[in-house]
């Protein structure tokens, strides 16, 4: 991988390089570790442990429209008849009727109505309210929602604008400039990663000072790298200039265009946006953090969330009781190597007490997947002891009933040791992760 790549890779992704990633990510889930989290396998961050911000698209038009950023004209509505009397309101040429759901792929998405897409164009404002009343209601099935889909509640009827030319824009927090970065190319409307892979040379970047933001000069020549001419360069300049105000406003990690749209019409427009806060900011952006649609998350994820743990569940029969991602996705690994099947993907953090232990035993024994659990902890920060104690009243208390194989490693291990030992319940202890993995997977095959 050349250093372009390399540079661009880093600003873009986080790899956790792990065999449960692709079952976190068909979920729309980003997964923080309660120590880092590894940028590209080069660098880490420190971070808190949080569930990201999630928004619908219409909500983050509003925040961009609140901006003075140029995007399409949009109502939503959450029953056909709205959706009708919306087309009308709007008396465009041609309308975009999308389904309001956080997962992706809506476009070649399938309702349980029957209706096929979740993305239609008509110039018929009655076929709005037509389509509407298939949509909305009825579950959207697509590649990254579950099986059975998500029911949509709310659809955004918008403008419907021709693009004669697509380029991609972002602003991003980046460590090798310590702070903001413009990052733009002429390549738009399509995955950047593949612009950067094939043609790097098309990816420009502009460090934003953050005492003097992004000064004209630096906007002026982010659009005509992007291939903005004549009164269009100024006027993409002005966007990008509305974006970096957003970006401060809201305490956004990264603000991402894609496309920013040229039209027939000489208009340079936001046709789609991505926008990622900053959690810690909550305290100061509650008006933002408000909007936040948790409807499409799984109740178990959220439970888990209530208490400071990070839960994402898994199609096997081994339940996966860790501290720390990293352990976390090694441990998920190791069962599989085994030939057995993680059921889920537990963190527990660093600062764990007694009550998160319990709770998370009875977040895992409500699945009725789970055969087997495994417990593995490593205590840096971690007091073993807590650990032990809160497994031995956990047990006792939900009356476990499947088989549990613990393996403690670290500070207090000794006293842990000493507690399960005397606890007089049937605990299998393993030396270390290995013999932990063979064990749970030869509980499930007895």
Same mark, same amino acid.
């Not at 630096?218 to 966007?239: D, K, S, T, V, Y």
């Not at 002891?385 to 009243?393: M, Q, R, S």
């Given at each position: =991988?050349?250093?372009?790549? @390399?540079?661009?890779?880093?600003?873009?992704?986080?790899?956790?390089?792990?065999? =449960?990633?692709?079952?976190?990510?068909?979920?729309?889930?980003?997964?923080?570790?309660?120590?880092?989290?590894?940028?590209?396998?080069?660098?880490? !961050?420190?971070?808190? /442990?949080?569930?990201?911000?999630?928004?619908?698209?219409?909500?983050?038009?509003?925040?961009?429209?609140?901006?003075?950023?140029?995007?399409?004209?949009?109502?939503?509505?959450?029953?056909?008849? #709205?959706?009708?009397?919306?087309?009308?309101?709007?008396?465009?040429?041609?309308?975009?009727?999308?389904?309001?759901?956080?997962?992706?792929? @809506?476009?070649?998405?399938?309702?349980?109505?029957?209706?096929?897409?979740?993305?239609?164009?008509?110039?018929?404002?009655?076929?709005?309210?037509?389509?509407?009343?298939?949509?909305?209601?009825?579950?959207?099935?697509?590649?990254? !929602?579950?099986?059975?889909?998500?029911?949509?509640?709310?659809?955004?009827?918008?403008?419907?604008?021709?693009?004669?030319?697509?380029?991609?824009?972002?602003?991003?927090?980046?460590?090798?400039?310590?702070? *903001?970065?413009?990052?733009?190319? *002429?390549?738009?409307?399509?995955?950047?990663? #593949?612009?950067?892979?094939?043609?790097?040379?098309?990816?420009?970047?502009?460090?934003?000072?953050?005492?003097?933001?992004?000064?004209?000069?630096?906007?002026?020549?982010?659009?005509?790298?992007?291939?903005?001419?004549?009164?269009?360069?100024?006027?993409?300049?002005?966007?990008?200039?509305?974006?970096?105000?957003?970006?401060?406003?809201?305490?956004?990690?990264?603000?991402?265009?894609? /496309?920013?749209? #040229?039209?027939?019409?000489?208009?340079?427009?936001?046709?789609?946006?991505?926008?990622?806060?900053?959690?810690?900011?909550?305290?100061?952006?509650?008006?933002?953090?408000? =909007?936040?649609?948790?409807?499409?998350?799984? *109740?178990?994820?959220?439970?888990?969330?209530?208490?400071?743990?990070?839960?994402?569940?898994?199609?096997?029969?081994?339940?996966?009781?860790?501290?720390?991602?990293?352990?976390?996705?090694?441990?998920?690994?190791?069962?599989?190597?085994?030939?057995?099947?993680?059921?889920?993907?537990?963190?527990?953090?660093?600062?764990?007490?007694?009550?998160?232990?319990?709770?998370?035993?009875?977040?895992?024994?409500?699945?009725?997947?789970?055969?087997?659990?495994?417990?593995?902890?490593?205590?840096?920060?971690?007091?073993?002891?807590?650990?032990?104690?809160?497994?031995?009243?956990?047990? @006792?208390?939900?009356?476990?009933?499947? *088989?549990?194989?613990? @393996?403690?490693?670290?500070?207090?291990?000794?006293?842990?040791?000493?507690?399960?030992?005397?606890?007089?319940?049937?605990?299998?202890?393993?030396?270390?992760?290995?013999?932990?993995?063979?064990?749970?997977?030869?509980?499930?095959?007895?």
């Amino acid at each position: =991988m050349n250093s372009s790549l @390399r540079h661009f890779s880093l600003l873009f992704r986080v790899n956790m390089a792990a065999s =449960m990633a692709s079952q976190a990510a068909a979920k729309g889930l980003r997964i923080g570790t309660s120590k880092h989290i590894l940028h590209d396998k080069l660098k880490c !961050t420190w971070l808190n /442990p949080r569930r990201w911000l999630n928004l619908q698209e219409y909500q983050s038009k509003k925040l961009m429209q609140e901006s003075g950023v140029a995007v399409q004209r949009f109502y939503v509505a959450d029953t056909a008849s #709205e959706a009708l009397e919306a087309a009308k309101r709007l008396n465009a040429k041609e309308i975009v009727l999308k389904a309001q759901i956080l997962a992706g792929g @809506r476009g070649k998405g399938v309702f349980d109505s029957g209706l096929k897409g979740g993305v239609h164009l008509t110039k018929d404002p009655a076929v709005v309210g037509e389509l509407a009343n298939k949509m909305l209601g009825f579950n959207l099935i697509t590649k990254q !929602t579950p099986k059975d889909g998500v029911k949509v509640k709310m659809v955004m009827v918008a403008e419907a604008l021709d693009i004669t030319r697509e380029t991609y824009f972002a602003i991003l927090m980046d460590r090798a400039f310590n702070g *903001p970065v413009m990052v733009g190319s *002429p390549q738009g409307g399509m995955d950047i990663e #593949e612009v950067a892979a094939k043609t790097p040379e098309l990816i420009f970047k502009e460090a934003i000072d953050i005492f003097e933001g992004v000064q004209d000069d630096q906007a002026l020549r982010m659009a005509a790298n992007l291939g903005f001419r004549g009164p269009l360069q100024r006027q993409a300049a002005h966007q990008m200039k509305r974006l970096y105000d957003l970006f401060l406003k809201v305490d956004a990690t990264q603000v991402e265009v894609n /496309p920013l749209g #040229e039209t027939p019409e000489g208009q340079v427009v936001c046709f789609d946006a991505k926008i990622n806060f900053d959690d810690n900011a909550e305290f100061r952006q509650k008006a933002v953090f408000a =909007m936040n649609d948790m409807t499409e998350s799984d *109740p178990t994820e959220l439970e888990a969330a209530k208490w400071d743990l990070k839960y994402i569940g898994m199609d096997g029969n081994i339940a996966c009781f860790v501290n720390g991602a990293g352990l976390a996705m090694a441990t998920c690994d190791i069962i599989d190597l085994y030939g057995g099947k993680p059921a889920n993907f537990l963190d527990l953090g660093g600062g764990v007490k007694e009550r998160q232990v319990y709770e998370a035993f009875k977040l895992l024994t409500a699945d009725p997947k789970v055969e087997a659990i495994l417990i593995n902890i490593f205590g840096g920060i971690v007091n073993c002891a807590i650990i032990a104690n809160g497994i031995t009243k956990a047990c @006792r208390e939900l009356e476990l009933k499947v *088989p549990l194989v613990v @393996r403690l490693e670290g500070t207090n291990v000794h006293e842990a040791k000493r507690i399960l030992t005397e606890s007089g319940l049937p605990i299998t202890a393993a030396d270390d992760l290995d013999d932990a993995a063979k064990k749970a997977v030869a509980a499930i095959r007895k």
